[in-house]
């Protein structure tokens, strides 16, 4: 260990369309949304993530809110970047330091991803003084994350549905044998619900109170063990034009996202449908793993098991499991080296 080393920070970063997630010292310190303000007239950013969240869809025309990734992926350079190196200033740890440490840093990207794309991420995280940058795929963090031995000759599947993509994957020996990413996860849920809001109840609602009906009564099927009570939901009458109020059901938002889903599950049956024949028949046997924020959507494990005849389990913090593989890679570098790109 140089002194080098002694100087170097460890980050391990999962970028996400909807939520960016920054692990140092074995631990979650940064858990915000993808999002940044910006003041029009100067071109600062005066607020990233949860603060800049508040804000969004209650802004005066000075004030613009940006989610900086758009699929999965860079759309707005600056903003994205000005956001990383905002969330990695407010790191307690790196607070504390006179001078700006180097920092070593696993980010993880789409599986889908094109080279340009993915030199936008790295020359971004070089911006921010990342001295040595690794690129984690995000199936991979996904596995690594959920606990599995992705570098055993046997195979598992992982459905990982974001904010942004839904990443399909097969992984066997440490690497992706057939994989597909799909541009329909989170954010097209969400925008689901406000289409159908708008068609079936004439009720104009904006985004954060679609994520919120997405998140309290959200469902993937109309037959719950369980179901969620109903939700009042205030908007703006497109009829009259005054604010008012209705109340939905599960069953109503099973509906609006029916399209979507069926489209995740084609993917899923898609790439199974791929596999080598050695690989099918252990996920035969080890089922299909969800991760991803998008995965705690009711129903959707038990719809996509009748679909595919497989068991399907949820990983425990599906949140967290993208960062929290990148993470385990950070740790154990060595051991990782061959599915790191550099």
């Given at each position: 260990?140089?002194?080098?080393?002694?100087?170097?920070e460890?980050i391990?970063?999962?970028?996400?369309?909807?939520n960016?997630?920054?692990?140092?010292?074995?631990?979650?310190?940064?858990?915000?949304?993808?999002?940044v303000?910006?003041?029009?007239?100067?071109?600062?950013?005066i607020a990233v993530?949860?603060?800049?969240?508040?804000?969004q869809?209650?802004?005066?025309?000075?004030?613009?809110?940006?989610?900086?990734?758009k699929?999965?992926?860079?759309?707005?350079?600056?903003?994205?970047?000005?956001?990383?190196?905002?969330?990695?200033?407010n790191?307690?740890?790196?607070?504390?330091?006179?001078?700006?440490?180097?920092?070593?840093?696993?980010?993880?990207?789409?599986?889908g991803?094109t080279?340009v794309?993915m030199r936008?991420?790295?020359?971004?995280a070089?911006?921010?003084n990342g001295?040595?940058?690794?690129?984690?795929?995000?199936?991979?963090?996904?596995?690594?994350?959920?606990?599995?031995?992705i570098?055993q000759?046997?195979?598992?599947?992982?459905?990982d549905?974001?904010?942004?993509?839904?990443?399909?994957a097969?992984?066997?020996?440490?690497?992706?044998?057939?994989?597909?990413?799909?541009?329909?996860?989170g954010?097209?849920?969400?925008?689901d619900?406000?289409?159908?809001?708008?068609?079936?109840?004439n009720?104009y609602?904006?985004?954060?109170?679609?994520?919120?009906?997405?998140?309290e009564?959200?469902?993937a099927?109309e037959?719950?063990?369980?179901?969620?009570?109903?939700?009042?939901?205030?908007?703006?009458?497109?009829?009259?034009g005054?604010?008012?109020?209705?109340?939905?059901?599960?069953?109503?938002?099973a509906k609006?996202?029916?399209?979507?889903?069926?489209?995740?599950?084609?993917?899923?049956?898609?790439?199974?449908?791929q596999t080598?024949?050695?690989?099918a028949?252990?996920?035969?046997?080890?089922?299909?793993?969800?991760?991803?924020?998008g995965?705690?959507?009711?129903g959707?494990d038990?719809?996509?098991?009748?679909?595919t005849?497989?068991?399907?389990?949820?990983a425990?913090?599906?949140?967290?499991a993208?960062v929290?593989?990148?993470?385990?890679?950070?740790?154990?570098?060595?051991?990782?080296?061959?599915?790191?790109?550099?």
């Amino acid at each position: 260990m140089g002194f080098f080393d002694f100087l170097t920070e460890e980050i391990a970063i999962d970028l996400g369309t909807a939520n960016t997630l920054i692990i140092h010292n074995d631990k979650v310190v940064v858990d915000s949304p993808s999002i940044v303000a910006r003041d029009r007239i100067s071109g600062k950013i005066i607020a990233v993530g949860k603060e800049a969240n508040m804000m969004q869809g209650k802004t005066h025309e000075n004030i613009k809110t940006i989610r900086p990734l758009k699929d999965g992926v860079i759309a707005d350079f600056d903003a994205s970047e000005k956001m990383l190196m905002m969330f990695i200033k407010n790191i307690p740890a790196l607070k504390k330091k006179w001078f700006p440490p180097a920092l070593r840093l696993v980010i993880c990207i789409p599986s889908g991803i094109t080279e340009v794309e993915m030199r936008a991420v790295k020359e971004s995280a070089e911006r921010v003084n990342g001295k040595e940058v690794y690129l984690i795929h995000e199936p991979m963090a996904a596995a690594i994350g959920i606990g599995l031995d992705i570098m055993q000759p046997k195979g598992n599947m992982i459905v990982d549905i974001g904010g942004g993509t839904t990443e399909i994957a097969i992984i066997a020996l440490g690497g992706i044998v057939c994989d597909k990413s799909v541009k329909i996860a989170g954010d097209v849920f969400t925008n689901d619900i406000i289409y159908y809001m708008r068609t079936q109840h004439n009720l104009y609602v904006g985004e954060t109170t679609a994520e919120a009906i997405k998140i309290e009564i959200g469902s993937a099927t109309e037959d719950l063990q369980s179901p969620p009570d109903e939700k009042s939901v205030q908007g703006r009458d497109l009829l009259t034009g005054k604010p008012k109020q209705v109340q939905i059901s599960y069953r109503e938002i099973a509906k609006a996202l029916d399209k979507s889903i069926l489209r995740v599950e084609d993917a899923v049956m898609e790439t199974l449908s791929q596999t080598p024949p050695e690989l099918a028949a252990d996920i035969y046997n080890t089922g299909i793993y969800l991760a991803g924020g998008g995965s705690m959507l009711r129903g959707l494990d038990r719809r996509l098991s009748q679909k595919t005849d497989l068991p399907v389990y949820i990983a425990e913090d599906p949140l967290r499991a993208v960062v929290r593989g990148t993470g385990i890679a950070l740790k154990n570098l060595e051991r990782y080296k061959s599915i790191l790109i550099k």
